[in-house]
């Protein structure tokens, strides 16, 4: 996929259009509208990322992402 060009990412189940090379943290802080992520877990394809590597894992077209927040009350 060149440069500039938009791809599709799954997040939460929906599909959702972004600019190529962006971060995994860049997705999260454009969807979540957030920059504070405690209780805050994602999954990337299936598998659990650790939020140290947010800023560094590049996605790609057609990846699916699972944004979960944990939310306290009763």
Known sequence: MRKGSPMILRINGM???YENDL???EVITQ???Q????GMAVAL???VII???WATTSLEAKD???ILQAVSGG
């Open 15 to 17: 599909p959702m259009e």
């Open 23 to 25: 971060t995994l943290l």
């Open 31 to 33: 969807q979540t509208g």
């Open 35 to 38: 920059n504070k992520f405690d």
């Open 45 to 47: 394809n299936g598998e």
């Open 51 to 53: 939020r140290q590597k």
């Open 64 to 66: 699916s992402l699972e």
